[in-house]
């Protein structure tokens, strides 16, 4: 990256007039003027490679050609005419499309949104009309969105919740699994599923299973940390959820369409869920989200109790339509995987070399590497990463940093190897400046993240 950026320093002067604090955490002054692929440019002519991906939203990559023409093609023709009085062709032919790539083989119907958050406030609709209960059980570090019950189900930040409530009730917040910072001392051999029993013991004294509706869960913990749980963790959570006849909800907002390996984060677990919440890389960066749920539990509602005008849009949905034929046609997720590998072994590499390193996870090109201040109390390195993430970006990479030191490792799933491994031999480069102390204190006040 050169020295210049005064285009961008302008730019976000004139951002800071008009635009609110609490809708963007800072990581370093960045505008984007122009993507290709995995590679980004800012006013400035600086070009990054994106490890970001637009918050796990571009598996595509920027400005897919096809994704381009699949856009331009449908605004010659129509932008939209609201799905919520009148038919869409568009909006049929993705909703066929995802029945048949999401898990389940029974009848499914598909409800359209603009974003994950309000994809997270119908499945809660949903669920309590299908049921008739009115408890939700969602996770501690979850994040599901800024909407009212999507916020609610969240509990990773308390900036997000301070001054606005009250929020929605009847909802429970367990412990997620975490077996790098297992809470009971337990190593994987001598693990007991203490963390599921503590769930149990809910059920027994304080949470009737009989008026849970539904559990829903992100098959990796992506913004608490790219936390990926055991799959007999999974498979017990499951088998409670089938005794009580509770709705089993994997939430694939961030996880989702290749970004882990396999199509959805879930199937890794081989469990099919009742319902899918799908977003982010749907449509390759055009505003759309998903519910696929068996047609019954659809049923459920009457009109209009979840619908939006520009929800299923005629722009968005041939995006995502044509993001799914992408994904095919280029084995995007067979890529993932295959990277995914590639980048796994680099990191651990990395971690035998540097104690700053705690931890490496992950599925596919979905990887977190967590940052600690000792390996042994494995408090995290906040102040690590966000130094590190500034020095990336200055040497042309673009990654940030979750909670309390974890790095976001998420790439478009198009990026070629050579760009990815120079892009990790650059994060090597700044853990290496970090621990020589050549990163200043300054970019603290710049880079502050969650």
Not at 115 to 134: E, P, Q
Request: glycine share 8%; aromatic share 8%; with cysteine.
């Amino acid at each position: 990256m050169n020295n210049n950026l005064e285009k961008t320093m302008t730019l976000i002067e004139r951002d800071a007039q008009v635009y609110p604090r609490f809708a963007r955490i800072p990581y370093y002054p960045l505008v984007v003027n122009k993507g290709e692929g995995a590679i980004i440019e800012d006013f400035d002519g600086n070009r990054f490679i994106d490890l970001l991906s637009s918050a796990s939203a571009l598996n595509t990559g920027h400005a897919h050609p096809r994704i381009v023409n699949a856009i331009t093609e449908q605004a010659k023709r129509y932008i939209t005419y609201t799905a919520a009085y009148m038919y869409s062709e568009p909006l049929v032919k993705l909703g066929e499309v995802l029945a048949d790539i999401t898990p389940g083989n029974y009848k499914k119907k598909v409800a359209y949104g603009l974003s994950g958050s309000d994809a997270n406030d119908g499945v809660i609709k949903l669920a309590r009309a299908y049921t008739g209960r009115r408890t939700i059980v969602s996770f501690i570090g979850a994040y599901h969105g800024s909407t009212y019950g999507a916020l609610s189900l969240s509990a990773i930040s308390l900036n997000m919740r301070r001054k606005i409530g009250p929020l929605l009730s009847d909802i429970e917040h367990i412990e997620y699994p975490d077996c790098y910072r297992c809470r009971y001392e337990k190593e994987v051999v001598s693990c007991s599923l203490e963390c599921m029993l503590a769930f149990e013991k809910a059920l027994a004294t304080y949470c009737p299973p009989e008026e849970i509706a539904a559990v829903i869960i992100e098959p990796i913990q992506g913004d608490g940390g790219l936390i990926v749980p055991p799959k007999k963790y999974m498979d017990y959570l499951y088998k409670i959820c089938q005794k009580h006849r509770i709705l089993f909800v994997s939430e694939e907002v961030q996880q989702g369409f290749g970004r882990t390996g396999k199509w959805f984060g879930i199937e890794h677990f081989d469990i099919v869920p009742d319902i899918l919440v799908l977003g982010k890389s749907i449509a390759s960066g055009m505003p759309l989200s998903a519910i696929v749920a068996k047609s019954e539990l659809m049923d459920a509602l009457d009109s209009p109790a979840h619908l939006f005008t520009m929800s299923g849009n005629a722009l968005s949905c041939m995006a995502a339509y044509e993001t799914i034929r992408i994904i095919q046609d280029e084995k995007l997720v067979e890529k993932s995987q295959e990277l995914g590998e590639v980048a796994m072994e680099k990191f651990r590499g990395m971690m035998e070399r540097y104690q700053l390193i705690g931890d490496v996870r992950g599925r596919g090109l979905s990887i977190g590497i967590d940052l600690v201040q000792d390996r042994h109390t494995k408090v995290g390195a906040r102040e690590a990463a966000a130094k590190i993430c500034y020095r990336c970006w200055e040497k042309g990479v673009i990654l940030i940093f979750l909670g309390n030191g974890v790095l976001r490792f998420q790439p478009p799933l198009v990026i070629k190897r050579e760009e990815m491994e120079h892009a990790m031999n650059i994060i090597e480069e700044s853990i290496h400046d970090y621990l020589e102390g050549l990163i200043p204190d300054e970019v603290l006040k710049v880079s502050k993240g969650w």
